[in-house]
């Protein structure tokens, strides 16, 4: 595997992971006990993807997917800054969500076309899963469509799927803080 | 010396973690079991990449082979060569008898099962195809929420991956 596509690979994972720790955010207090379920099933499902790519790239990096998922510092994430924002409004999710997947199942379609056999099958698996959040997603596009509040949301958010991986937002430092804090308290030569 | 069959055999005997009345093997997710000298290797797919149980399986698989006196191998395959059409018809029947609807076949279903639901999504209670979507996700990756419309009865669907 190349450069290149171990870079594709960690984009994604890091996508997956801080994603499904912010949807995850949902379980409890979501507006409709169905949502409660949806979301808190999307983030196990987002983590599980994350856990699969990192795998991939640490085979070819000699490392393993959880030094790789939880001990770079956060200026080394390659996520979107629309995965990071924290506990968006309800319609802001939503809209998140719809712009997300519609991304996601692009470069997934690019993926399963890999000469990577692995590649290529993580992907395809991935993607079966992956239809039921489309599913998901435009369901609840159908719903909002025509409201106001739901497509500002759209167009706020929209520019945030492509604006660069290079920069980060501070609520990705205080995702980052949270999410390892179990971990780098433990005392060195721990296993898990 | 361990044979495949006897490692089959034990492995049948492993219930899945979430849905204890079908076992490993019924639910088909056991890809392959190869013995080489004490070595018993077993490679198997998860149904969801985040299902928790994943470890649990693995390592009631470990057990099940060190108790043969071998030696387990356990790897997972991450691919989309396994669906639920390989869930057997044993498991099917299983899955049914106590509740929850089995998948559709992959290919009635996708890729656009929105449409298709009505046709393939049976009740297990009552066989009435008269059944609605309630949540597409439920108590675990693998199922969904319907509701039968006919015997009023809520059930589980085991999603189509």
């Known amino acids: ?110 993926l399963k076309a890999s000469d990577d056999p692995d590649v290529a099958g993580l992907a395809a698996k991935i993607d079966r899963e992956e239809a039921y959040h489309r599913m998901h997603a435009q369901m609840w596009f159908d719903r909002l469509k025509d409201e106001a509040r739901f497509t500002a949301a759209v167009d706020e958010l929209r520019p945030l799927l492509d604006a660069g991986r290079d920069d980060h937002t501070q609520e990705l430092d205080e995702l980052w803080e949270e999410m390892t804090v179990v971990r780098r308290s433990q005392p060195a030569g721990t296993t898990w | 010396m361990v044979t495949t069959e006897q490692v089959w055999a034990a492995l049948a005997e492993i219930p899945d973690p979430e849905i204890p009345i079908i076992s490993l093997v019924d639910l088909g997710v056991i890809r392959d079991v190869a013995v080489d000298n004490g070595t018993v290797r077993v490679a198997f797919t998860p149904t969801f990449l985040g299902c928790p149980a994943l470890e649990v399986m693995r390592d009631a698989m470990a057990e099940r082979v060190r108790a043969l006196g071998a030696e387990p191998e356990i790897t997972v395959r991450s691919d989309d060569s396994w669906s639920t059409d390989r869930i057997t018809p044993e498991g099917r029947e299983k899955l049914r008898a106590s509740g929850f609807a089995p998948p559709a076949p992959r290919e009635a279903s996708a890729p656009t099962l929105v449409q298709l639901q009505a046709n393939v999504f ?40």
């Open chain 2, 122 to 161: 049976r009740c297990p209670y009552c066989g009435s195809t008269d059944t609605r979507l309630e949540n597409i996700f439920g108590p675990t990756p693998c199922r969904s929420l319907r509701y039968c419309a006919s015997c009023r009865q809520p059930f589980e669907q085991f999603k189509t991956i």
């Open chain 1, 1 to 110: 595997m190349n450069e290149q596509e171990q870079q594709l690979l960690l984009e994604i994972a890091d996508d997956e992971l801080i994603l499904g720790w912010r949807d995850s955010e949902w379980t409890g207090i979501a507006p409709l006990l169905e949502e409660d379920v949806a979301f808190s099933s999307i983030a196990q499902n987002e983590i599980g993807h994350a856990r699969a790519l990192y795998e991939l790239v640490a085979r070819e990096r000699g490392t393993t997917a959880d030094e790789l998922a939880f001990d770079r510092a956060p200026s080394e994430y390659r996520c979107a800054r629309i995965a990071e924002l924290r506990l968006l409004d309800w319609e802001k999710t939503i809209a998140r969500h719809y712009l997300y997947e519609e991304a996601d199942a692009r470069r997934l379609e690019q």
